[in-house]
């Protein structure tokens, strides 16, 4: 089992920056990729970036690319959010998954709020 514990949320002016911190129990090596998602008021949880442990290569949701950077340490994902928007608003989620060939993600934090004012 491996635990996720997000930090680094708040409220932030449109335009502004936040990095998101996501420190797990296990390295992140020891994962097949690391992830982000977010999950706005009344809607379902979105996709947002992640990234391979094996490589490094990253992928983002086209609503972020160039905005959002994730980069992990040994036991630490970041997201480097900049040129925020009010839709970024939203409870933003750490994921792992350990293997490949599912589509699944094993383990998830608690997530931490974003909320991007006007």
């Known amino acids: 089992q491996v635990q996720l514990v997000e930090s680094g949320g708040g409220l932030v002016q449109a335009g502004g920056s936040l990095r998101l911190s996501c420190v797990a129990s296990?390295?992140?090596?020891?994962?097949?990729?690391m992830g982000w998602f977010r999950q706005a008021p009344g809607k379902e949880r979105e996709f947002v970036t992640a990234?391979?442990?094996?490589?490094?290569s990253t992928y983002y949701v086209g609503s972020v690319r160039g905005r959002f950077t994730i980069s992990r340490a040994e036991n630490t994902v970041y997201l480097q959010m900049s040129s925020l928007k009010p839709e970024d608003t939203a409870v933003y989620y750490c994921?792992?998954?350990?293997?490949?060939?599912?589509?699944?993600?094993?383990?998830w934090g608690q997530g931490t709020q974003v909320l991007v004012s006007s």
């Open positions: 994921a792992a998954d350990s293997s490949p060939g599912g589509a699944a993600w094993d383990y």
């Open positions: 296990a390295r992140t090596s020891s994962m097949y990729r």
């Open positions: 990234i391979h442990c094996n490589d490094g």
